[in-house]
């Protein structure tokens, strides 16, 4: 599974549309508003790089009001969830 987080920048006046309008997408696991120079980000769950033409500039950039986005493809993913999970590997409860 390839992972990129795709930082957004929107029309101010329509973020919580555009932002439900992009986590209704296939492949779109999760949408965030955030403080800062961006104001979305969004995790994008793809099989294949090829994939992620599709989604970001096929299906995200042509949203209206989206005037932007920057990403950022995960090399790997380090989660508390997994940490926790490996530790518990053969511990009966």
Do not use: C, W
Not at 9 to 36: C, H, M, Y
Not at 65 to 72: I, K, L, M, N, S
């Amino acid at each position: 599974m390839i992972t990129a987080i795709v930082l957004i920048k929107t029309s101010v006046d329509r973020i919580p549309e555009i932002a439900e309008q992009i986590a209704s997408l296939d492949s779109v696991s999760e949408v965030f508003s955030v403080t800062g120079t961006y104001d979305l980000i969004a995790m994008v769950r793809v099989g294949r790089h090829e994939d992620l033409a599709d989604v970001i500039p096929g299906r995200i950039s042509k949203i209206p009001g989206v005037e932007a986005t920057d990403t950022h493809v995960a090399f790997r993913t380090y989660s508390q969830h997994d940490l926790e999970a490996a530790f518990a590997i053969g511990l009966d409860n």
